[in-house]
């Protein structure tokens, strides 16, 4: 992500993934220290997914897109009962 400034990144994960305990505070903190490093670059983003919030698109399994030389952007998702 550092090497390609230009390229935007985007991701989406839900709150209980920092919710759940790895470790000790401190490596909590750590943890919470290293996405925040990661993501503050212009070209990132982080979504997180509420726990309280219903279903959406990424629980059918991970979306990948992908833009084209030519500026079009495709998605793929491949989940247990389908792949689109």
């Known amino acids: 992500m550092r090497e390609r400034p230009t390229v ?15 470790g ?11 996405v925040l ?9 982080l979504q997180i997914v509420p ?3 219903r279903l959406h698109a990424c629980l059918d399994g991970p979306v990948q897109v ?4 030519e500026g079009r952007r495709l998605g793929y998702s491949e989940g247990q009962q389908n792949g689109r």
């Open 51 to 53: 726990l309280h919030a």
């Open 8 to 22: 935007p990144f985007s991701f989406i994960i839900e709150e209980h993934v920092f919710r759940r305990r790895f």
């Open 66 to 69: 992908v833009e084209t030389g």
């Open 24 to 34: 000790d505070a401190e490596a909590m903190h750590e943890l919470i220290d290293h």
């Open 37 to 45: 490093e990661r993501t503050a670059p212009r070209n990132v983003t």
